[in-house]
């Protein structure tokens, strides 16, 4: 099983990029995104129910992120609007088997057993 993420790169603030989050082999329960900037520990950014497409995202990012998913190509996405400095970081996908509604779990590294490799976002000033 592997989870292949793609999209990262440079962009200036105030742009927009969407990232992939490709899962081999299988369909999870949940996905999330998690991101760490230089120097800072990884943070929760969203993260969806795959059959229920119900969201929810960390203060930091709502509405300027969405997430989708595209069932056919077993890809998830995040699709981030009105990008500045503070969102410089490398963005990972995150899968897991678990069932659980509360923000607190399904927000949480310690939720997800199922981790892509990273990639990386650069938002210029």
């Known amino acids: 099983v592997q989870l292949q993420a793609s999209g990262g790169g440079l962009v200036q603030a105030g742009g927009s990029l969407r990232l992939s989050c490709a899962a081999s082999?299988?369909?999870?329960?949940?996905y999330g995104w998690f991101r760490q900037a230089p120097g800072k520990e990884r943070e929760f950014v969203g993260t969806?129910?795959?059959?229920?497409?119900?969201?929810y995202y960390a203060d930091s990012v709502k509405g300027r992120a969405t997430i989708s998913r595209d069932n056919a190509k077993n890809t998830v996405y995040l699709q981030m609007n009105s990008l500045n400095a503070e969102d410089t970081a490398v963005y990972y996908c995150?899968?897991?088997?678990?069932?659980?509604?509360?923000?607190?779990?399904?927000?949480?590294?310690?939720?997800?057993?199922?981790w892509g490799q990273g990639t990386l976002v650069t938002v210029s000033s």
């Open positions: 995150a899968a897991s088997d678990m069932l659980s509604i509360t923000i607190p779990t399904i927000s949480s590294e310690n939720h997800y057993s199922y």
């Open positions: 969806m129910r795959w059959s229920t497409g119900a969201t």
């Open positions: 082999g299988r369909t999870f329960i949940r």
